[in-house]
T-cell receptor, first 118, second 115 residues
Framework: AQSVTQLDSQVPVFEEAPVELRCNYS??????LFWYVQYPNQGLQLLLK??????LVESINGFEAEFNKSQTSFHLRKPSVHISDTAEYFC????????????????FGQGTILTVHP | DGGITQSPKYLFRKEGQNVTLSCEQN?????MYWYRQDPGQGLRLIYY???????QKGDIAEGYSVSREKKESFPLTVTSAQKNPTAFYLC??????????????FGPGTRLTVT
């Protein structure tokens, strides 16, 4: 079964510093990849997604993620963070090789809490 | 505005009582999902439904039940058989066709506390 590992449970950074949130998944043959963001006591919002094409995908608020098939990774980066980026970030994968009822199912990582300090 | 609503935002129940969480969407999505979120564990799939009058168990369905009588609605019942029901519950929906068919849209969540 597909599994997703977010290597850091918490990442503290200072405002305007760069940040990388790491995500690795277990199956590399045929996957769609997503990053979601969750602000306290709210639902999840899609930040960016990789379905096909260019391996580097960007969001409207300056985040980017790169699909690396050989390393089965989809790390999220931002060159300069803002206080408002403080939130929990989830990496998620759809594995198209999983058969039966798992087809198209989203598997989530454990989440990384990003805290931006002034 | 199109979106997903979940009610109530906070819910308190005594142990041994069944409780139903509401989820409504006006996005015209065919597929709907229920997730449970616990600190440090990410989201785990409870049930999902690809079409009206059909639903499938997810990874942690024991102690939960659902119905899908209308396209817009996918209520979740947490029964007394659920051993540890206190959690944050998230409902989501997605289209079954088109370029965004694998993109799930989430509601604001319901925080259930059982004492």
């Amino acid at each position: 079964a597909q599994s997703v590992t977010q290597l850091d449970s918490q990442v503290p950074v200072f405002e305007e510093a760069p940040v990388e949130l790491r995500c690795n998944y277990s199956s590399s043959v045929s996957v769609y990849l997503f990053w979601y963001v969750q602000y306290p006591n709210q639902g999840l919002q899609l930040l960016l997604k990789y379905l096909s094409g260019s391996t580097l995908v960007e969001s409207i608020n300056g985040f980017e993620a790169e699909f690396n098939k050989s390393q089965t990774s989809f790390h999220l980066r931002k060159p300069s963070v803002h206080i408002s980026d403080t939130a929990e970030y989830f990496c998620a994968v759809i594995d198209f090789n999983a058969g039966g009822t798992s087809y198209g199912k989203l598997t989530f990582g454990q989440g990384t809490i990003l805290t931006v300090h002034p | 505005d199109g979106g997903i609503t979940q009610s109530p935002k906070y819910l308190f129940r005594k142990e041994g009582q069944n409780v139903t969480l509401s989820c409504e969407q006006n996005l015209n999505h065919d597929a709907m999902y229920w997730y449970r979120q616990d600190p440090g564990q990410g989201l785990r799939l409870i049930y999902y439904s690809q079409i009206v009058n059909d639903f499938q168990k997810g990874d942690i369905a024991e102690g939960y039940s659902v119905s899908r009588e209308k396209k817009e609605s996918f209520p979740l019942t947490v029964t007394s058989a659920q051993k540890n029901p206190t959690a944050f519950y998230l409902c989501a929906s997605s289209a079954r066709w088109g370029v965004n068919k694998y993109e799930q849209y989430f509601g604001p969540g319901t925080r259930l506390t059982v004492t």
